[in-house]
Structures are given as C-alpha cells and as structure tokens.
C-alpha cells in the first residue's frame, strides 16, 4: 500500500519540481529583461521609479538600435521557449505580456521607424530627461541635479544623433518640434538654473553646470536652425500613417482582439445611440430652459441648445480650486455610500495649484509618481486662469468647465478613476505590469469610472449632469473615429472640425486643438474608447458568470488588483 502511495507521489514531486524550476528560471530572465530594458532606455527608467542610470540620456545611434535590435530578437525567443504549462498563471500572463512588448518594439524599429522622421520624440527625452529630475523629490536634491548635469552634457551627442537619424518627416511634427525645441532651451536657461540657485551648492559645481548648459544650448539652438533650415525644405512626408502602419500599430499598441475596423464600426454606432440618448435628456430640459417645445430644430441643435444653458453654470475664477476640493470630497464620500470600491485612506490626494511650467489647457491634472516609487506623494494639479487673457477668453474657459464638467474630470483623474487605479495597480508584484502598463486599460478604467458613477445615480440623477456626461462620452467616442479617418482614410481638416463641433458640440478652439494631436499621435486616441468598451464587455459577462451574486465592488476590485495590464488577460483572470 506505501509503496503504491509513494510511486504514485513521485511523478507529482517531480513535476512540481519542474514547475517550481521553471517559474524561477523565468524570473531570473524577467530581472535581466528589465535591467537591460531600464539601461536601453533610462528616461524612461527615471520616471518609472528605477534611479540607476538617472545620468543617461538615451543612445539612439545605429550602433545602439541595431543592438537593441538583437537584444529583443533573442529575448524572444527566450520567452517563447517557455512552456506555458509549467509556468504559474500570472508569470504565463506576464510572459505574453512581454512577448507582445517585444513584438511591438520590433514593429517600431523595423517598420515604423519613427526614430527616422519623428523629430518630436528626441525633444520628448531631453525635455523629460530633465524634468523629472527637476520636479520629482525622489531623492536629495543635490543629488538630482548632479545627475540632470550628466544628462546636460550628453544633450550636444544627442542632438548629432537627432540630424544623422532623421531624414524625412511630416511638416507639422517639423512645425511642432521647432517649438518644443525652444522649450527645452527654457528648461536649461530657467528651470535648471533655479533648480540649482535654490541649493547650496558648490562653486566647482556652479561653473561646471554653466559650462555644461551653454554646449546643450548652443547644440539646441544649431538644432531649431537644422530643422528649420534642413529638414524642413526638404521634407515631403505625408502625416498620416496610411493603412497598412496604422491597422499594424493599433494591433500593438492597444493589444485587444477588436480590430480597426470593429472599433470604427462599434463607434460610428456609438455616437448614433449617444445622440438619441442625448436628445431624450434634452427634450424636458429645453422645456425647463426655454418655456416651449423645440419646433424647427433637429436633434442636434436640440441638445446644442440645453448644453449652451448648463454650460452658463459654472464658478467665478476665484472659486474653481475651493470647488474642486469639494469635488473630490463628495465623490470620496459617494463611493463609499454606494460600496463601489475600497478606497485607500493612506494614500491622501494633494490638490495644489499647477506648477507654472507645466501649465497648458486642462483645468485640472493628476501627477502621479512612478509606479517604482514608493512613499511619493500624488498631486492633483489645479491650472489658475492666466493673467494675460480677455474676458471672452476667461468667459469661454469656465463655459468649458463648467460645475459639471469639472466634476466630470475629477471623477475622470481622481475619484474613481486614474488616481484610484494607480494606487491599487501599484500593490500588484509584477514588475512586467508596473513598467509596461496598458494604456487602453488605464484610459478604459477612467472612462468607466464616469459611467460608473452615472449609473449609481451622482448628484441625485441629475438630468444636467447625464447630458454633460453624455457630451464627455461623444468626446471619447469621436476621438477614436477621427484617429481612424485620419491615419488609414483621408478626412480633412474641416470634416474633422465638422465632426467635432456639430456632431461632439465642441468649440471650434477644442476642435482645432484634438486636429493637431490626431495629426501628431496615431492609436492613442483610440485607446479610451477601445478600453471602455472591452471593460464594459468584460463586465457583462462576469455578471452572467455570477448570476445573482454579482456584486458591482466585488468586479471593480477584481479587475483593479492584477495591475494594468490589456483587458484580455484580465477577462482571463476574471472568467476562467
């Protein structure tokens, strides 16, 4: 009878011995992975939380690429050798995780090669290299200038990369580029030199630091006189994508079974069942608005009509930062009456005003830190209104950000959304999902937070507020048409502008702004639509699975825990 019991026993050891030895053997490679990754790309390695090579710049020399080239080649295949049997269920996740992002690294150094004719993306690394140095308190101060000095002496070799690498590109990422170009000027000629004026620091250090910054500035203004004088005459290279690199890259870089072509399909039915919402919610509105039934109007100008009156509802300027505390208050407290999730008391939120360097046109921002960093604070960043601007301009801004639309973003940003998903993807032990974050996901969870929110009934099921709501959603949902007929069709400028503002009610200045960014990025502006609706999807197929024991906290906090990693493996995680 032992004897039995024991042959049968040894096989099962010696299987879990395979198991256990393949699952470490499979860490051991995830660690390397990543240490060569933080080294290839050590901007990025600041800003995820990982400080090693906080001296660096980037090396985008052909020696450099076609090393990293061969370095993804090989990890490949070492990923792919894995069987995924004997691996645990989150490291086989994690290692289709990692082949995906290797197959989209690849894709960008084989066939978009974007290093070729995107001049924005040299600006982005010295522009980031340095400010995250500058702005985040990671470590002493004296420390991370010393280490912003390293990556300002790199920036003249960088730049000679820059004008070997690239030999054709777009006129408005030239136009663009030329801009942000001088604002990395700014960045060595102001922020870094207040930065250093603030720290008692050595007079070797002083010297060598204004040494150093004088080269990178002269290397960057030779720069902004190359792209203006040499690339630019003599480029020809149209913006969009074209087709075949745009369905390529949305398969890479929104990592989900819909295809461009379902997602265009879901959308354009989308924004049809958005409006016929819309006007429903808009028909009583307009009699409460304007003491009459809209005769003459079609739908569209019908709900054009009760959004030009709600927008009127919006706080002086003085009272937009007071407003928001007391957003964020309300949305904390309404989370908690409906049990909609868990929120995490030691994880207090700051709302300050914006740093002046990083003001643009959103009213309101989440700064979140690394997903490496431990113990750093989140800010939610809240923009004054400029000095310098008209009343019609400082009118139009409140429009925009009216009561509603401002509780929109906090809900968006904050509760429930970025800044609560952060938090609760940084619990999560996998490396692989901290660093090579989706996207789609995050975007997707920030646009269900809003959703969410609605369907519980926020502000006592305001009518005021679905419609703005609804009016959000449009936005999310033409960003991914336009992404689409952009980059793989041929809409216009005025189309999209038309599409924006008769069909989104946007303003035209919104409108001309989203041209420009389509124009600039391709896939991410389809990635808070695509993420939406697969969560949405995922959701409804989880309460089948449950039945009469679905409980709405229990989904939210399932899918929150595991990271951020595609929502199909979170389907996975979830359904099976």
């Not at 256990?20 to 995830?30: A, D, M, R």
């Not at 801004?397 to 800044?419: K, M, Q, T």
């Amino acid at each position: 009878m032992l004897k039995n019991l024991i042959s049968l026993l040894i096989p099962l050891l010696i299987f879990g011995c395979v198991n256990q030895n393949q699952n470490e053997k499979f860490s051991k490679l995830v660690q390397e992975f990543m240490e060569d990754y933080f080294k290839f790309h050590p901007v990025t390695a600041t800003w995820v939380g990982y400080h090693k090579y906080d001296g660096l710049l980037d090396d985008l020399s052909n020696d450099a690429l076609k090393r990293k080239t061969e370095w993804l080649e090989k990890n490949k295949e070492k990923f792919s050798n894995f069987d995924p049997k004997k691996l645990s269920k989150d490291n086989e996740i994690d290692r289709r995780i990692l082949i995906e992002k290797i197959d989209e690294m690849l894709f960008e150094l084989k066939e978009l090669k974007e290093h070729e004719w995107n001049p924005l993306i040299y600006n982005s690394i010295i522009g980031d290299g340095l400010m995250y140095l500058i702005t985040q308190d990671f470590a002493p101060a004296e420390d991370r200038l010393k280490s912003a000095l390293e990556r300002v002496k790199q920036i003249p070799r960088f730049i000679e990369q820059a004008k070997l690498n690239l030999k054709d590109a777009p006129q408005i990422h030239i136009e663009t580029a030329i801009k942000q170009n001088k604002g990395n000027i700014n960045i060595l000629q102001n922020d870094l030199i207040k930065f250093a004026e603030s720290l008692n620091i050595s007079n070797d250090l002083k010297s060598e630091l204004k040494r150093a910054s004088e080269k990178a500035i002269s290397s960057l203004e030779d720069f902004g006189r190359w792209l203006e004088d040499e690339l630019k005459p003599r480029s020809k290279r149209d913006f969009r994508l074209g087709k075949e690199l745009y369905y390529k890259k949305m398969k890479y870089y929104l990592k989900t079974d819909l295809t461009p072509d379902e997602i265009l399909s879901l959308a354009e039915s989308e924004k049809n069942k958005t409006h016929e919402e819309m006007y429903h919610i808009a028909l009583a509105l307009y009699k409460y608005y304007y003491g009459r039934e809209p005769k003459g109007k079609d739908k569209l100008e019908v709900i054009k009509s009760v959004l030009d009156k709600i927008v009127l509802e919006h706080p002086k300027p003085s009272e937009i930062m007071e407003r928001i505390k007391m957003d964020l208050n309300y949305l904390t407290q309404f989370v908690k009456e409906k049990d909609l999730l868990t929120l995490d008391e030691s994880k207090p939120l700051v709302v300050r005003e914006t740093p002046e360097y990083q003001r643009g046109v959103a009213v309101a921002s989440l700064e979140a830190p690394g997903p490496l960093e431990k113990n750093m604070k989140t800010f939610y960043n809240v923009s004054p209104i400029p000095d310098d601007w008209t009343p019609e301009q400082v009118e139009s801004y409140l429009r925009e950000y009216n009561y509603y639309s401002l509780l929109e973003l906090s809900i968006h940003e904050a509760i429930p959304g970025h800044y609560v998903q952060l938090y609760y993807s940084n619990r999560c032990p996998s490396i692989v999902r901290s660093v090579f974050w989706s996207g789609t996901m995050v975007e997707g969870w920030a646009v269900y937070a809003e959703r969410l929110m609605i369907e519980n009934g926020i502000l006592n099921n305001d009518p005021k507020m679905k419609l703005i709501h609804l009016k959000w959603y449009l936005r999310v949902i033409i960003n991914a048409i336009l992404d689409h007929k952009i980059h793989a069709g041929n809409m216009t400028q005025e189309e999209a502008i038309e599409l924006m503002t008769r069909e989104g009610f946007q303003e035209r200045a919104e409108a001309e702004g989203k041209w420009r960014r389509a124009c600039l990025t391709s896939a991410q502006l389809s990635s808070y639509f695509t993420g939406f609706q697969e969560i949405m999807k995922l959701r409804e197929e989880y309460m089948k699975l449950k039945g009469e024991k679905f409980n709405i906290k229990e989904f939210n906090e399932k899918l929150l825990s595991h990271g951020s990693p595609p929502v199909k493996y979170l389907r996975e995680i979830l359904l099976f």
